[in-house]
């Protein structure tokens, strides 16, 4: 039995048709039809020019090498049931990395849920990298990370995008600002402040640009700033004002150091998205945490991680 030629199928088909001693039995078992049954291990013996099975007065018996065969065929389907068993395990087990790609102004949420999705699942390791939408949209192309937040999905990717947030921009100014008191502030008023904005690219950018073309108002940026924090910063050293996520500026619009103004077209509500290049096989602890995005309140978890 040098150099035997035999499929995992003939190995399924003759284990039943050896441990039941009938094609019949065992077609019925396997869901196959009687013949289709005989052809496989008739095929078999033909294949490998030797006799496993024998007729005699009716009835099936195994010859020597067919005993032989049969216990080696039991003991392949015992480790292959076995490997089917470590393999479903290791997919049901959630931990390892979970690598996330977040846009900076998410930063100022994104660790209070994974804190919670931690709790849930202990032994993932988040790899998170905070970084711009323009260089998230590169790195994207390149497949460096399971999941991306990101406040706009690009159009010119093709990926899965799922809503799970909302974000409120609002404008915001140093304390004691002219318009602090204001009431429904008419949003043309802006453009006769210094405005700091977001490098071109930015998701917020592009949202606050697009407020004001709504409402026929080309704004020219006082100054461009690489980031929320440093937006936050200057508005609070008094350089001008912005718009800014609600979340990001929660501490300091508590203790004064900067105020919202209410002015009309504002908040500006828009989704935060978690998204995925299409086609891509996630690993199970990306898979929970996408389904733990889905599945709880965002809104009730903020509060009650006092970050709204």
Same mark, same amino acid.
């Given at each position: 039995?040098h150099?035997?030629?035999i499929?995992?199928?003939?190995i399924?088909?003759?284990?039943?048709v050896a441990?039941?001693l009938?094609y019949?039995?065992?077609?019925e078992?396997?869901s196959?039809t009687?013949?289709?049954?005989?052809?496989? @291990?008739?095929?078999?013996? *033909?294949?490998?020019?030797v006799k496993f099975?024998?007729v005699?007065?009716?009835?099936?018996?195994?010859?020597?090498?067919?005993?032989?065969?049969f216990?080696?065929?039991?003991?392949i389907?015992?480790?292959?049931? $076995?490997?089917?068993?470590?393999?479903?395990? *290791?997919q049901?087990?959630?931990?390892g990395?979970?690598?996330?790609?977040?846009?900076?102004?998410?930063k100022?949420?994104?660790?209070?849920?994974?804190?919670a999705?931690?709790?849930?699942?202990?032994?993932?390791k988040?790899?998170?990298t905070?970084?711009?939408r323009?260089r998230?949209l590169?790195?994207?192309k390149?497949?460096?990370? $399971?999941?991306?937040?990101?406040?706009?999905?690009?159009?010119?990717?093709?990926?899965?995008?799922f809503?799970?947030?909302?974000?409120e921009?609002?404008?915001?100014?140093?304390?004691?600002?002219?318009?602090?008191?204001?009431k429904?502030?008419?949003i043309?008023a802006l453009s006769?402040?210094r405005?700091l904005m977001?490098e071109k690219g930015?998701?917020?950018?592009d949202?606050?640009q697009e407020r004001f @073309?709504?409402?026929?108002?080309?704004?020219?940026?006082?100054?461009?700033?690489?980031?929320t924090e440093s937006?936050?910063?200057?508005?609070?050293?008094?350089l001008?004002?912005?718009v800014?996520p609600?979340q990001a500026?929660?501490l300091?619009?508590?203790?004064r150091?900067i105020?919202?103004l209410?002015?009309e077209g504002?908040p500006?509500?828009r989704?935060?998205?978690?998204?995925k290049?299409?086609?891509?096989?996630?690993?199970?602890?990306?898979?929970?945490f996408l389904e733990?995005l889905?599945s709880? $309140?965002?809104?009730?978890?903020?509060?009650?991680?006092?970050t709204?």
């Open positions: 039995m150099n035997l030629h499929t995992a199928q003939q399924r088909i003759f284990e039943a441990r039941n009938s019949t039995k065992a077609a078992e396997l196959l009687q013949p289709a049954v005989s052809i496989q @291990v008739k095929r078999l013996e *033909e294949n490998n020019d099975i024998e005699v007065g009716k009835k099936l018996f195994l010859t020597r090498p067919g005993e032989h065969m216990k080696t065929c039991k003991k389907l015992a480790e292959l049931n $076995d490997l089917n068993i470590s393999i479903k395990s *290791e049901a087990r959630i931990d990395e979970l690598r996330i790609a977040v846009v900076t102004p998410a100022y949420f994104m660790p209070y849920i994974l804190k999705f931690l709790n849930r699942y202990p032994d993932v988040p790899m998170i905070v970084i711009n323009r998230i590169d790195e994207i390149h497949n460096q990370y $399971d999941l991306s937040i990101m406040g706009r999905v690009p159009e010119d990717l093709n990926m899965q995008a809503p799970f947030f909302q974000n921009l609002v404008v915001v100014a140093p304390p004691k600002h002219s318009l602090s008191k204001e429904k502030i008419p043309t006769n402040e405005f977001r930015s998701g917020i950018r949202s606050v @073309v709504e409402n026929g108002i080309n704004l020219e940026p006082y100054m461009e700033l690489g980031s937006i936050k910063q200057a508005v609070m050293a008094g001008g004002i912005s800014l609600k500026i929660r300091e619009n508590r203790y150091h105020d919202v209410d002015v504002f500006i509500t989704d935060w998205y978690v998204a290049v299409a086609g891509k096989s996630l690993v199970p602890a990306a898979q929970a733990f889905n709880v $309140d965002i809104n009730k978890l903020l509060v009650m991680s006092d709204r």
